[in-house]
T-cell receptor, first 114, second 113 residues
Framework: NAGVTQTPKFQVLKTGQSMTLQCAQDMNHEYMSWYRQDPGMGLRLIHYSVGAGITDQGEVPNGYNVSRSTTEDFPLRLLSAAPSQTSVYFC?????????????FGQGTRLTVV | GESVGLHLPTLSVQEGDNSIINCAYSNSASDYFIWYKQESGKGPQFIIDIRSNMDKRQGQRVTVLLNKTVKHLSLQIAATQPGDSAVYFCAEMPLAAGNKLTFGGGTRVLVKP
C-alpha cells in the first residue's frame, strides 16, 4: 500500500524554468492538497482540491498552478521558478468528514531554485 | 490571518522524563486540533488529534489537552524515548472545504540519553 507518492524527491531548477511536481494517492481520497515548508517553519497551504475537476487556492498560491483531472493525481506546476520558491513541498490526501488520522502526507519534494 | 503558534521552539528532555509541548491557536471554528511529528527528511506523521468538543484525549504514551477558554493546545509525551526526538507541529483543521490544515511553527524535541 503506497499511500501518497511524490516525485521527484529532489530537484534543482534555474530561475525562470518551469516544472511539474507529481502527487498520486491510491486510497481513493476525495481531498488532496499541496503545502510548502520553509526552513524552521510549519507547512503552508498552496492549493487544494475537494474532488476531480475542483481546485481552489490556499494561503500561498502565487506562482503555482494545479489541476485535478482524476481522483488519484494532483500535480503542482511551477510556471516560472523563482529563488523564493526554494522549499520542501508536501502533498496530502484525506477523505471528507473525518479527523486528522485519515490525512496522509507524501515524503516531500525538496526543490532548489538557483 | 488566523494562525496556530507555539510557545517553545526547542525542548530538551531527559530520556524517561515526560515532555510537554504547547501551542496557541486563534481559529475557534476549527473542528479538529492535530499533533504531527516530523523527522528529518520525512513528511509529517500523525500522532493524535482531538475534536473541538473534547478537552482531553489519550493515546499510546501521548495525551492531548484542549483548553478552548484560552485557545491552548498541549501534547504530553510520557516516558520520552530517543525515538521521540523530532520536530512537533500542531495544526488545526475545519472539516469543511478540503480539510485545510493550518500549521504552527514547530517545536524541536531533543531527548538526552
Amino acid at each position: 500500500n503506497a499511500g501518497v507518492t511524490q516525485t521527484p524527491k529532489f530537484q534543482v531548477l534555474k530561475t525562470g524554468q518551469s516544472m511539474t511536481l507529481q502527487c498520486a494517492q491510491d486510497m481513493n481520497h476525495e481531498y488532496m492538497s499541496w503545502y510548502r515548508q520553509d526552513p524552521g517553519m510549519g507547512l503552508r497551504l498552496i492549493h487544494y482540491s475537494v474532488g476531480a475537476g475542483i481546485t481552489d487556492q490556499g494561503e500561498v498560491p502565487n506562482g503555482y498552478n494545479v489541476s485535478r483531472s482524476t481522483t488519484e493525481d494532483f500535480p503542482l506546476r511551477l510556471l516560472s521558478a523563482a529563488p523564493s520558491q526554494t522549499s520542501v513541498y508536501f502533498c496530502a490526501s484525506s477523505p471528507p468528514g473525518q479527523g486528522g488520522e485519515t490525512a496522509f502526507f507524501g515524503q516531500g519534494t525538496r526543490l532548489t531554485v538557483v | 490571518g488566523e494562525s496556530v503558534g507555539l510557545h517553545l521552539p526547542t525542548l530538551s528532555v531527559q530520556e524517561g522524563d515526560n515532555s510537554i509541548i504547547n501551542c496557541a491557536y486563534s481559529n475557534s471554528a476549527s473542528d479538529y486540533f492535530i499533533w504531527y511529528k516530523q523527522e528529518s527528511g520525512k513528511g509529517p506523521q500523525f500522532i493524535i488529534d482531538i475534536r473541538s468538543n473534547m478537552d482531553k484525549r489519550q493515546g499510546q504514551r501521548v495525551t492531548v489537552l484542549l483548553n478552548k477558554t484560552v485557545k491552548h493546545l498541549s501534547l504530553q509525551i510520557a516516558a520520552t524515548q530517543p525515538g521521540d526526538s523530532a520536530v512537533y507541529f500542531c495544526a488545526e483543521m475545519p472539516l469543511a472545504a478540503g480539510n485545510k490544515l493550518t500549521f504552527g511553527g514547530g517545536t524541536r524535541v531533543l531527548v538526552k540519553p
